[in-house]
């Protein structure tokens, strides 16, 4: 009980620091002539930090009692917690918006899905639409993780959050001696990246705040734009080339960027093994695509198709989720293979969803280590990527992760047609949002959104977009009551 309020003493720490991050929206509005949405952002971020403060205050004798396993419990109550104090200016601004549709907002911001229920996109606050894209962007690599970078207020080691809260492989992998370093680092690099993509994005002639806010997105692999027509808005070919180069750099591990800057080696993304199969996974399905479709009919001329197919890929595969075509309109095998490739093609440390090419490297691998085996009954085969042999202990983890991740899938999938919803938009709107997607097919297309979903399917959705961006184990461990014994 006494980790419990530990637990409460952080979560008191990480709604001041999040409710400080309000000033964003408040600036926003003033800037903008929008002073009742500024007022209504300062009052939220002020009773956000004031909650905050209470909570820390009134546990704080308990603060140095965190366990590692504690991890596990704050980042899920941290996620759900913060999701819902990000809704509330939402349900304030909007009138008509319902709790569970600010709720599905809110979460698909922080998850970096980039799903919406709102319509009237072009005709939002500047300070609202603001803070949709600040909700991706500091969602993209953990809100957790950020306040253990900047505020150094849990006293204990952050090593517990940054278990919990980082993705896949990298969980033991320090680029510094210490976690709040080596989380600053991180952050270092997805600021510059950042920064490059606002300049990029500007240089290719889209406004500076349309700008801003799809850099956001573009970095976090998010998906949400500024306008109902998403990035079809601009028709810009350039702008989607700029796009398209950051999203597959975002998908990159964070980890690898920084290490090729510090030791100013690009090499260092020919050896990461992860970054190589996934250009390569993209560049062969571009290919292949273009002469699908072009050969289909769908595109007059080789160039049109080339690029509509590079935007779409690449926005779908790294779990971006931007849409500059209605690429329902296409030979269904098209949409399918690109939602098939965001289950794995972004790296484990990126802003991704899906399971990451790492853990569908093993698990290839560990298919042909089984074939080699059976014939070879006596054999030592240890499963090799890079020359660097993992450990069966991860072998089973990646195995047990895919089985729970796609057993996920099948079960929400299931919610959904209890609800009388059609196969394709049941199942893309779960695998989308399970992926930090975005746009399925069906009634949830690329020229639709969620808002046709009833309340029960937007709330399956909800819970798919939260299981899939803090990586299933770490929610249903609490469910095991060996978490919860002492």
């Not at 080699?372 to 054999?379: C, S, T």
């Not at 893309?428 to 309340?455: E, F, I, K, Q, W």
Request: charged share 10%.
């Amino acid at each position: 009980m006494r980790s419990i309020f530990a637990v409460i003493n952080v979560l008191g720490s990480l709604l001041m620091f999040f409710g400080a991050l309000y000033v964003l929206p408040v600036v926003t509005g003033l800037l903008y002539g929008e002073q009742a949405t500024a007022l209504t952002f300062l009052v939220g971020g002020a009773a956000t930090v004031a909650v905050g403060l209470v909570m820390r205050l009134a546990t704080r004798r308990y603060r140095d009692q965190l366990k590692p396993r504690d991890g596990y419990l704050l980042v899920t109550l941290g996620w759900l917690l913060v999701t819902a104090v990000a809704a509330l200016p939402l349900m304030q601004e909007l009138p008509g918006l319902s709790f569970t549709d600010a709720y599905f907002e809110a979460m698909s911001g922080l998850t970096t899905t980039g799903s919406t229920t709102l319509v009237g996109l072009d005709h939002l606050p500047h300070a609202v639409n603001f803070w949709r894209h600040c909700l991706h962007w500091f969602g993209g690599m953990g809100i957790i993780v950020l306040g253990v970078a900047i505020l150094p207020l849990l006293g204990v080691g952050g090593m517990q959050v940054h278990r919990g809260d980082t993705p896949g492989m990298v969980k033991d992998a320090k680029l510094t001696p210490r976690i709040t370093q080596t989380a600053k680092a991180l952050w270092l690099v997805y600021c510059g990246i950042t920064l490059l993509c606002v300049l990029s994005l500007l240089a290719a002639g889209m406004p500076l705040f349309d700008a801003l806010c799809h850099a956001f997105s573009v970095v976090s692999l998010g998906g949400f734009s500024t306008h109902d027509a998403n990035v079809a808005w601009f028709h810009s070919a350039r702008i989607e080339l700029v796009m398209s180069l950051f999203m597959l750099a975002a998908a990159v591990n964070f980890a690898t960027h920084f290490s090729a800057i510090r030791k100013g080696d690009l090499s260092v993304y020919r050896r990461d093994p992860e970054a190589r199969w996934m250009l390569t996974w993209i560049a062969v399905s571009v290919v292949g695509l273009t002469a699908f479709l072009f050969a289909s009919g769908v595109y007059p001329t080789v160039g049109e198709t080339l690029r509509h197919s590079i935007f779409s890929l690449v926005s779908v595969a790294t779990t971006s989720g931007f849409v500059s075509v209605d690429y329902t309109v296409w030979p269904l095998f098209a949409p399918m293979w690109m939602l098939f490739l965001s289950c794995l093609i972004p790296c484990t440390g990126s802003t991704g969803g899906g399971i990451k090419i790492f853990r569908a490297l093993v698990l290839i691998k560990q298919s042909f280590r089984e074939m080699f085996v059976l014939v070879h009954p006596q054999a030592v085969a240890p499963l090799k990527i890079s020359g660097a042999v993992i450990p069966n202990r991860a072998v089973y983890s990646v195995l047990a992760f895919i089985f729970v991740y796609f057993m996920t899938i099948v079960v929400l999938t299931f919610a959904m047609l209890l609800s009388n919803l059609d196969f394709i938009t049941a199942f893309t709107a779960v695998l989308a949002s399970m992926n930090n997607v975005g746009p399925g097919l069906g009634l949830v297309g690329p020229t639709h959104n969620y808002a046709v979903l009833t309340d029960f399917q937007v709330w399956v959705c909800t819970a798919a977009m939260f299981l899939g961006r803090i990586e299933l184990f770490t929610v249903l461990v609490l469910f095991t009551p060996a978490f919860w014994r002492k």
